[in-house]
């Protein structure tokens, strides 16, 4: 562990100690704690930290299996769940949708266009549409990245409604330059030959706020961690069994893996 971790270890060990000391008192009936109390606890656990730093080592241990059993037990969560909102996430019609709108497999993809891991997808989007026929992939605007991640989700659902979606999306993902603004934004709508006025417009309109809202309130609901998260399956399943849910960036054979599996 680096002595910066340490550092951050120590003051969260040394507040812990505190604040289970003061909350032991309390409970005692005790009056809480006087700061001149409060530094005398922090100089004997930071004292025993020193004297045996094996203890950060442990506790930071200890810390990491918790998160990974916790992330495990969300992870499971979300697959047995998956069954459950499976119209929401593959037949939802306002979602767009790429690829075969009749395939037999279909991809959906929780996504954000700050995301650094979305936009390296892309590419890889792009080229798994092309090299299956029988896919179709629906894209789930999930802006969780601030206002620009908003303005951005908006344009493309407004796109939807000109019919370009998929080409205002894609050139924000690919787009050189980075991060985004709301000028860009338009200008890659322009140049997509997407009626701007109408746009922005329609980036505002009922339909467009309550998309994002389902959006949002469907990855509440599936316990999603962040972006990119990814819902694979035949398009008629019918239950968790027949979706595989796959958190974060995936390269072209997992992903090919994935459809692979899903198509059997």
Known sequence: MNKFGKT????GLLAIGVNTFAATTNNAGSANISPAERAKIEQVVHDYLLSKPE???QAMQVLQQKQYDQAQQTLKKTQQTAGTYVNALFHDAKDPVVGN???AVTVAEFFDYQCPHCVDMAPVMSDIIKNNPNIRVVFKEFPIRGPMSDFAARAALAANKQGK????SHALLTSTTQPLTQDIVLQLAKANGINVDQLKKDMNSDS???????NTKLAQDLRLLGTPAFFIGKTDAKSSDNINYVPGQMNAQQLQDAINKAGK
């Open 165 to 168: 979606y998929y080409q205002l």
């Open 55 to 57: 203890v950060l080592i």
């Open 101 to 103: 709108p009749n395939g």
């Open 208 to 214: 467009v706020n309550a998309q994002i809202k389902a």
């Open 8 to 11: 951050l270890l120590t003051a």
